[in-house]
């Protein structure tokens, strides 16, 4: 069944499918039925809700935490009858944080699976056929190839089908091709390789006929339609992790692998130290205190503030008019280098303008754009008013009265009823304060001969305030010219002569050059009124003038693609309108440069894979394209290594959606099967909004880096502190409950208020950085500095305390040793709280900022100094966490080493001289 049935004549199809316009006997149709199946969308057998929930916990860093808590678990069981809630915390509080994690994945996955079932909807219920040579209705999904459809204005196309009757039938395709404009439609043969959007003798499963009537014959149902062919294109489609998921999991890799050869060391110096450890029970008992270490230096809270991250982002995202369906979707954003966009209402308004007007020997250009009906006429570079230019006046009063559409004000949203090229012309005669309503009292419609394919004209009759009778005819350029004899100039009448008519039409070529649709207008005045009126009235024609119109570009489009040029993003504009409209949208856009290449659909058809792959990213504009291209487009980007966004909003453009590292679907022209194929939605089809969410997801992904970064420098110290003691045989400097304080109550507060960071810089002047960069490039040095810093400072007071007696003079072993422990832990709380104001920009100190830009992480740092502050003071406390008070002197020596991360980092980190910070 893929023999082109649009490039043959009506009568082939027919003898092809062994049928007639009586269409199928009831008997064939059910042979048929059982030979090609039913007219439904098939869907590949899916995950089920459990088995998407498990698959939560194969993620690398899960499957970290989850080793995590089976340690925390076993250490606890070896204790027994000793292990108390403390020796649970730990796993208690990972196990959270894993279904926390695992809760949110699933509900995103099991929402992307919907895609199919949207489509769905789009299948007609019931159709219209010839069965046993008389009209009957029947359920679509018995439709089989041979059916005869039957097709009026409303009716949902069941199935595709070859044209054999056409009589003023126009479809609307929005859904399958992504443009708005209605199709008319006709019976004639067209070329063999015409694309989806050019086969004007063809009628679509799922598409609308709104105008006229006909008959069809079907070609094909289920999968092996247009619809069917993307529906198997999103099922196939890849849908790869974003790249932070593939960047947290080569992290959580690297970590995992450096923990247990740390701890692995750890454990054999031990053995080599102590040789009764190689006793069974004393093994077991050795083998715990490693892996304790090893869960020590997990930053479990890590997941956890990602998604808290990615979470605010969508939020903020949401008030910009961008909602984000999948969370990872807001950081990818961020990382986009190439946005393909659609260009009917997203790059432009989605709504025709008149631009230029001809008459009178004259073009006068027409400024506003969209149906906001206010502009000016410039004539010469000067403004005029259109009312005191008779032939200006004329053609705008025709393009008015000939017209069956109304310009409505909305609640200040000014909006179209009707044809949208017919709407173009109410608004540009209303900007003239030629107000339709107020003409049509003036000029009261007596008549009309309606516009159709064939006619490519459309005529209204009116009386005039003087008693006369008008014809008022619009439509083709060469179509009206050969009906006019006459030429309407400085206010009359005299005869059209054949080089007036050759000008008129290249003056019509040069606008269509330019990408306007070009309308042209004339008049004829008639004897008396008629009861009925008939095309032998659209002779001897007055010609007036042309008007060119065009979807113009949005004027926040252009600034957003100028800074999409400062971030180094390229955009790329993918349309299934013609060359020549796509061209000059682009060029006046910026998007189209000296050295851009521009492709139609044809023309990538006929390369190879490895001939696009060389040239992809010099194509700044796709024109007349199908939905297996914009597939093509974006596998091809991303060989080269490049993030991808994707526009749409028809249905063909789901299957590239998925595809695409970030699909961005259309809120308001947007379909169900769109939406639901992307990671994010426009709520205003705004490319201008796609370009903030960009902006956004850099905020975001810096924030991710800042507090991976501060975990980092604040986790390991503590490792090596209790490795080293563990090693040397000595008490520990921190106890298990104020390494857990530590890790979640002073790292997580600050590390969580990290996510509310602003910016502290022009985030769009930069290029997008290396996707294949890791999480913490760059910052291994800082974090290595930090580390040396913080083990120094920890082991330091322990020694000098316990061992020397130092600010300890005249207590006990146990009494110095808690002593100690309460300082270390004290000193090391303190410096993580200084070190976070060092985590928020990799270019400048914190004294270089401002303290309180980031009022989250002023109050969790006063809050965790005020915690610590409480568990060295409240009783009960102290016996839970085994510590005592400080005097001042011992508050000095802990402040003055604590502080130094916040003093004597940034010169080791920036490189800056200490009399420079201020």
């Known amino acids: 069944m893929e023999k082109p049935f649009h490039a043959e004549k009506a009568e082939e199809v027919l003898k092809f499918l062994n049928t007639d316009v009586n269409g199928l006997s009831s008997e064939e149709a059910e042979r048929r039925l059982r030979e090609y199946g039913p007219n439904v969308l098939q869907e590949k057998k899916r995950a089920g809700p459990f088995e998407i929930f498990l698959r939560q916990f194969k993620d690398v860093f899960v499957l970290m935490l989850i080793a995590a808590i089976i340690v925390s678990l076993l250490s606890a069981y070896v204790k027994g009858a000793e292990a108390t809630l403390e020796d649970y915390a730990d796993a208690i509080t990972i196990l959270i944080i894993v279904l926390l994690n695992a809760t949110v994945g699933f509900v995103q996955e099991y929402r992307s699976e919907k895609a199919m079932e949207a489509l769905k909807e789009y299948a007609a219920p019931r159709a219209r056929v ?15 190839p041979g059916d005869i459809l039957l097709l009026e204005s409303g009716d949902r196309v069941a199935a595709d089908a070859r044209i054999i009757e056409a009589y003023d039938l126009q479809t609307n395709e929005a859904v399958l091709t992504g443009e708005s404009t209605p199709v008319e439609k006709h019976t004639e043969p067209v070329r063999a390789d015409a694309p989806v959007g050019d086969r004007k003798n063809m009628v679509f499963m799922g598409t609308h006929v709104i105008y006229g009537r006909g008959k069809a014959v079907v070609t094909a149902t289920g999968m092996k339609t247009e619809f069917g062919r993307i529906a198997g294109m999103i099922q196939e489609a890849e849908e790869k992790p974003p790249p932070l998921k593939v960047k947290l999991n080569k992290f959580a890799k690297n970590l995992t692998k450096f923990i247990i050869l740390v701890c692995a060391i750890i454990f054999i110096l031990e053995l080599i130290r102590e040789p009764a450890a190689l006793e069974p029970k004393n093994l077991i008992d050795y083998f715990m205190v490693v892996v304790a270490l090893a869960v020590s230096a997990v930053p479990e809270g890590l997941p956890a503030i990602v998604t808290i991250a990615l979470a605010l982002g969508a939020r903020e995202l949401a008030k910009h008019n961008a909602v984000i369906r999948r969370l990872a979707a807001a950081e990818t954003l961020g ?7 659609d260009k009917t209402g997203t790059l432009t308004k989605g709504e025709m303008t008149v631009r230029r007007i001809f008459c009178g020997k004259q073009t006068v250009e027409v400024t506003g754009s969209g149906y906001e009906p206010s502009g000016e006429f410039i004539l010469n ?35 179209i009823t009707g044809d949208p090229t017919e709407g173009a012309l109410v608004v540009a005669a209303y900007k003239a304060g030629l107000r339709r309503e107020d003409l049509e009292k003036q000029y009261p419609r007596l008549g009309e001969v309606p516009f159709s394919s064939e006619r490519k004209r459309m005529t209204t009759i009116h009386s005039s305030p003087d008693g006369e009778i008008y014809a008022y005819v619009k439509g083709a350029p060469e179509v009206i010219l050969e009906r006019c004899s006459r030429i309407y100039e400085d206010g009359k009448e005299r005869k059209l002569t054949k080089y007036e008519k050759e000008n008129i039409l290249k003056i019509n070529e040069e606008y269509a050059s330019n990408a306007l649709r070009v309308l042209a207008f004339a008049y004829r005045k008639l004897p008396k009124p008629k009861e009925r009126y008939g095309e032998e009235i659209e002779n001897n024609l007055v010609f007036v003038g042309l008007m060119g119109m065009i979807d113009p570009p949005r004027e926040e489009a252009i600034e957003a693609n100028r800074l999409c040029k400062k971030a180094g993003i390229k955009t790329v504009m993918i349309t299934g309108d013609h060359k020549l409209t796509a061209v000059a949208v682009a060029k006046e856009i910026g998007i189209l440069e000296e050295e851009s290449l521009v492709l139609t659909g044809e023309e990538l058809d006929r390369m190879s894979n490895e ?41 063909n453009d789901a299957p590239a959606l998925k595809e695409a590292d970030i699909g961005v679907a259309m809120g308001i022209t947007g379909t169900d099967v769109t939406k639901e194929s992307a990671d994010m939605i426009l709520m205003d089809d705004n490319f201008a909004t796609i370009v903030n969410a960009v902006k956004h997801g850099r905020i975001i992904y810096d924030n991710i880096r800042k507090f991976a970064f501060f975990l980092m420098r604040s986790n390991f110290d503590e490792l090596a502190v209790i490795a080293t003691f563990a090693l040397l045989g000595m008490p520990l400097p921190l106890t298990a409950a104020m390494i857990l304080w530590i890790n979640l109550v002073t790292d997580g507060g600050p590390a969580t208020a990290l996510s509310f960071d602003p910016p502290l810089e022009d985030v769009m002047n930069r290029p997008p950085r290396d996707p294949k960069q890791g999480i913490l490039y760059g910052r291994l040095l800082q974090i290595i500095i930090s580390f040396i810093c913080q083990y120094l400072g920890t082991t330091g007071i322990f020694i000098l305390v316990y061992e020397y007696g130092f600010l300890a003079e005249g207590l006990s072993q146990a009494e110095r040793l808690a002593l100690a422990r309460s300082m270390c832990f004290t000193q090391a709380t303190l410096r993580e709280l200084m070190i976070v104001w060092n985590c928020r920009s990799e270019r400048k100190s914190a004294f270089r900022l401002s303290w309180t830009s980031n009022k989250f992480l002023l109050v969790s740092v006063i809050v965790s100094i005020m915690g610590t502050v409480a568990l060295l003071y409240v009783p009960f406390l102290q016996v839970m966490f085994g510590t005592v008070p400080l005097n001042l002197q011992q508050w000095l020596l802990v402040g003055s080493i604590a502080t130094s991360g916040l003093l004597l980092l940034p010169e080791l980190l920036y490189g800056r001289k200490i009399f420079k910070w201020a």
């Open 130 to 144: 010839i069965r046993d040579g008389r009209e009957t209705v029947i359920p679509a999904e018995q439709v089989v």
């Open 381 to 415: 570079s000067d403004p005029i008013d259109p009312k005191g230019n008779d032939s200006l006046s004329l053609i705008l009063r025709i393009a008015a009265l000939c017209n069956n559409s109304r310009l409505e004000n909305d609640g200040g949203q000014w909006r």
């Open 611 to 651: 001939e696009f792959e060389k040239i992809v990213e010099d194509v700044r504009v796709y024109a007349r394209v199908s939905p297996e291209h914009k597939l093509r487009i974006v596998r091809a980007l991303k060989k080269k290594g490049h993030i991808v966004a994707m526009t749409g909003d028809g249905v």
């Open 335 to 341: 990382s986009t280098t190439v946005i393909c966009s």
